[in-house]
């Protein structure tokens, strides 16, 4: 078991931020050679850190706290009208947790998701290698939700294993069925999980007020954010 005292971190240079134009952003990071394990994610992830691949990560950036993290408690979760039609226009998805791992169905699915969604952003063009080093970890507690319509793979949720609840890690989807509103629909599963499974809390990463790609986690009530390292419920 790896305990936070034994790991080093490393703050990144100033670079462009992914998420608010005209700013600039430094990241605070493990140092890529420690031994990580699910149980120093789970503190790490109670300290706002994220993963991509085995990168563990925070933002740190001196002059901006816009990056808030956030998390919802999945007992106290209630659907709204527009979530509840969600789940009523997806009952027909079969829902199968299935072990991380690259196969040709999912990446034929994740190259389509990142050249219809994300084709200006800097994760075009896709590759394999990409999916790999993105969505994989050498030592991670990872799972695939996968949704189906009959045997048509329509979305994959990747999400990692915590001992206070699950992270949403991220989701790719069919990028021609916008009606399905199938990122919405993956998190509501995954609050639902992590409820059956008598966990906390899905950790759904960073929330940006002024950023239009994350409004949608703040329909997801109550939330709980990460401020000066401690949550605080909001309703």
Known sequence: MT???DLRF??????PCSYLADQMATTLFVDPKSCLD?????????????RSGNYVYRPNCKDCNACIPVRIPASLFVPDRSQRRVLRINADLQIHLTPAGLTEERYTLYERYIVGR?????MYPPSREQFESFLLSTWSNSSFIEFRLDNQLLAVAVIDWLYTGISATYTFFDP???ERSLGTFAIL???DLCRRQGMAAVYLGYWIRQSRKMKYKSAFRPME???DNQW????
């Open 225 to 227: 954010l990460l401020i």
């Open 176 to 178: 021609d069925v916008p």
């Open 118 to 122: 994300h084709g200006d952003g800097d």
């Open 3 to 5: 305990s936070l005292r």
């Open 10 to 15: 490393f703050s990144t240079a100033q670079h």
């Open 38 to 50: 699910t149980s120093a994610y789970s503190e790490l992830g109670d300290f706002g850190f994220r």
């Open 189 to 191: 599963c995954q609050i």
């Open 232 to 235: 605080l419920r909001v309703r």
